[in-house]
T-cell receptor, first 113, second 113 residues
Framework: NAGVTQTPKFRILKIGQSMTLQCAQD?????MYWYRQDPGMGLKLIYY???????DKGEVPNGYNVSRSTTEDFPLRLELAAPSQTSVYFC????????????FGPGTRLTVL | DAKTTQPTSMDCAEGRAANLPCNHS???????VYWYRQIHSQGPQYIIH???NNETNEMASLIITEDRKSSTLILPHATLRDTAVYYC??????????????FGQGTILTVHP
């Protein structure tokens, strides 16, 4: 199993550009999450999904959108990138509701200039 | 969620046991203790969790005091690759929670040769 994979690993965007961060898992997990982590800080939940076709907002959803058309994939879309979105983005998945054994991807380091 | 208190940093010699404490004096009866770690520039990694009994897996052991107000994560034979920030998290497991992880400051464990 590859676990949770994320692409790209690094990206530099100009203000106002858009991009999609890709996340995929091959563990057949229903629950998937997007977090951001600013330097020296903890994780903040952006969006989560409890299964294909179902997504919901976390604590910092503004400026982002997600979709979940399959169990495996959970892309995160940034529209009109802003410097405040400079961060490291982690995707995670888990196999049961409310379970905290989450499996994380390696992260995408995004810089918006 | 119960608040946790961890030392800011700890050192350990390679090959020795690393014992990382966590205080959670306000823990409720249905709250689990989870441990994660984050190696520099990588995604968080689940280590272990428990409710009241001691737990052991291939990575570590978790010792929870009888009153459940504190716990200790034990890495039996620390290696240089165990150098990371270790997070103790206390949360209700299962139910309607969507599994959002909230990390505190954690303990920076440095393993020396």
């Amino acid at each position: 199993n590859a676990g949770v994979t994320q692409t790209p690993k690094f990206r530099i965007l100009k203000i106002g550009q858009s991009m999609t961060l890709q996340c995929a898992q091959d563990m057949n997990h229903n629950y998937m999450y997007w977090y951001r982590q600013d330097p020296g800080m903890g994780l903040k939940l952006i969006y989560y999904s409890v299964g294909a076709g179902i997504t919901d907002k976390g604590e910092v959803p503004n400026g982002y959108n997600v979709s979940r058309s399959t169990t495996e994939d959970f892309p995160l879309r940034l529209e009109l990138a802003a410097p405040s979105q400079t961060s490291v983005y982690f995707c995670a998945s888990s196999y049961r509701e409310g379970g905290y054994e989450q499996f994380f991807g390696p992260g995408t380091r995004l810089t918006v200039l | 969620d119960a608040k946790t208190t961890q030392p800011t940093s700890m050192d350990c010699a390679e090959g020795r046991a690393a014992n990382l404490p966590c205080n959670h004096s306000t823990i409720s009866g249905n709250e689990y203790v989870y441990w994660y770690r984050q190696i520099h520039s990588q995604g968080p990694q689940y280590i272990i969790h428990g409710l009241k009994n001691n737990e052991t897996n291939e990575m570590a052991s978790l010792i929870i005091t009888e009153d459940r107000k504190s716990s200790t994560l034990i890495l039996p034979h620390a290696t240089l690759r165990d150098t990371a920030v270790y997070y103790c998290i206390v949360r209700v497991d299962g139910g309607t929670s969507y599994g959002k992880l909230t990390f505190g400051q954690g303990t920076i464990l440095t393993v020396h040769p």
